[in-house]
């Protein structure tokens, strides 16, 4: 898949390069029986989080899904790039996303990594405290 800038050069965006990988993540996670809830969740105001995938698995767990796309897995790769500063932020938006909920439900945290050799799907890891 081709994106074009706004110039018209046939290099990708970061943007462009993102909502393909958020694209990627979102086809493989339900094709594993997923269902998607919101995309690109961000909470109002500055200084708060953003969550790229909010999922619900099939018992009914919410699932909170950080997608990292990386040519090169250097530095341990694209899951190794979600650090604690993230972590938080994407904690913070995952409670204001459940505030609407009358009774929480089970929730987790995962990430997927899209490197080279496809969708990495790391389950619950991190949590919110």
């Known amino acids: 898949m081709q994106f074009l ?3 018209g050069s ?3 965006t970061t943007k462009a390069r993102g909502d393909a990988g958020e694209d990627e993540a979102l086809a493989y996670l339900q094709e594993r029986g997923l269902r998607l809830l919101q995309r690109n969740y961000r909470t109002p105001g500055r200084g708060g989080g953003e969550i790229d995938l909010i999922m619900q698995s099939p018992d009914g767990t919410v699932v909170f899904v950080e997608v990292r796309k990386r040519s090169h897995s250097d530095f ?9 500063q993230k972590q938080r932020r994407i904690v913070f938006a995952a ?3 459940l505030l609407r909920w009358q009774r929480l439900p089970p929730a987790r ?3 997927v990594s899209i490197e080279a050799q496809g969708p990495q799907w790391l389950q619950a890891a991190f949590d919110a405290t």
Request: glycine share 20%; no cysteine.
């Open 95 to 97: 409670r204001h996303f």
């Open 5 to 7: 800038k706004k110039d």
């Open 10 to 12: 046939g290099s990708a």
């Open 76 to 84: 341990g790769g694209a899951a190794a790039s979600v650090g604690f």
């Open 109 to 111: 945290f995962d990430v």
